[in-house]
């Protein structure tokens, strides 16, 4: 890794490393380590899953319960049941959700991999993504010396389970998604820990305050955007939200055409994910039936819909992969032609 990859990186985790050499172990894949010799992340991977594990449920814990003294002794209580936490818990703990968060960070084109893994283009992987989330935090772990106030902060930033667990509009996704669009870098997040009010004709400063400070940078050309909260988490989605509505006023937003450059079969079931994160519709969702030719060969039938929406489109095929990929084309089209 270059300095300049090491400085983007901690700006991204809202995290400084004392030692370096942890934060580049983080990016190291087993393939390569066995090629070149040195440590890989599988460790530093498996120490951060269960970091992950203990934060959100600390955070679901905090966040839904409370003690209550209305009997004779004090008790625990939680707005939901052992079941609902345990959804909520695995949505922000999947794969999925890691690896859409290492994406929006643009932190798999760090990876480190052996001659192998670069044939087999594995840094698109989600579970190599959701790996290397989880190593970057068991790396912070152990730099950290187990400081669970630095650790919480960086999964606050790289998490952002608040926007996630929010109805509302996630304006750190929306910040993320739309710098990468216009010019594929992700944005530059200064924080301070004190109450810092910048009086500058070009940044434009939210009327919050907090402990925190977070100044967004998009682009040199636009203003910078300061934001104050509780926690550095808090302090960049005010910067994102004041940005994000200057965008909007501007207007500089994309509109649903902009958000898919080449629109695919191949990519249709990805694509039509991105648009759903994006905020656009529910995430589609697809049933599958089975049944036969008159030669008994099996043919698969896909039908794509999305909550809400009336439309529904099917597709068939002897592949179950294929009859989804031809559903959300179909669907893709449609949004993109009436959203």
């Known amino acids: 890794m270059e300095k300049n990859d090491y400085e983007k990186i901690q700006k991204q985790i809202g995290y400084s490393f004392r030692n370096l050499d942890l934060l580049q172990q983080a990016f190291v894949r087993k393939s390569y380590s066995i090629e070149n010799g040195g440590q890989d992340n599988e460790v530093l991977e498996f120490i951060g899953d269960k970091v992950l594990d203990f934060f959100v449920v600390k955070l679901l814990a905090e966040r839904y319960g409370h003690i209550t ?8 209580e939680n707005d939901y049941s052992e079941g609902k936490l345990t959804e909520i818990k695995k949505h922000l703990v999947q794969k999925s959700t890691l690896a859409y968060k290492i994406q929006m960070m643009k932190l798999e084109q760090y990876l480190i991999l052996g001659k192998s893994d670069r ?18 935090l068991g790396a912070i772990a152990i730099d950290s010396n187990w400081d669970m106030i630095k650790i919480s902060e960086a999964i606050e930033i790289m998490l952002d389970p608040e926007n996630e667990l929010e109805e509302d ?7 993320q ?4 669009d216009d010019h594929d870098e992700t ?10 009010y910048i009086v500058h004709p070009n940044v434009i400063s939210d009327t919050s305050s907090g402990e925190f400070s977070c ?3 998009l682009r040199n050309d636009l203003p910078r955007f300061q934001g104050f909260g509780q926690s550095k988490s808090m302090a960049r989605r005010n910067a994102c939200k004041k940005a994000y509505k200057y965008l909007d006023e501007q207007d500089l937003l994309f509109s649903i055409q902009d958000e898919i450059e080449n629109p ?8 039509l994910e991105i648009l759903a994160r994006r905020g656009y519709f529910e995430i589609p969702m697809y049933n599958f039936s089975q049944e036969y030719d008159k030669n008994g ?6 039908i794509c819909r999305i909550e809400g929406e009336s439309k529904k489109y099917s597709a068939k095929s002897s592949s179950k992969k294929e009859a989804k990929k031809s559903a959300a084309y179909k669907m893709l089209n449609y949004v993109l032609e009436n959203y």
């Open 187 to 196: 944005p530059d997040y200064q924080y301070m820990s004190n109450y810092y």
């Open 297 to 302: 060969n099996p043919i698969w039938r896909s």
């Open 264 to 271: 695919c079969r191949e990519q249709a079931i990805g694509q």
């Open 169 to 175: 509009y996630n304006f750190v996704e929306l910040i």
């Open 69 to 76: 003294n209305d009997s004779e002794w004090l008790e625990y």
């Open 215 to 217: 100044v967004l940078t």
């Open 119 to 136: 044939n087999n283009n594995v840094m698109e992987s989600e579970s190599v993504q959701e790996d290397l989330f989880e190593a970057i």
């Open 177 to 180: 998604e739309w710098t990468l």
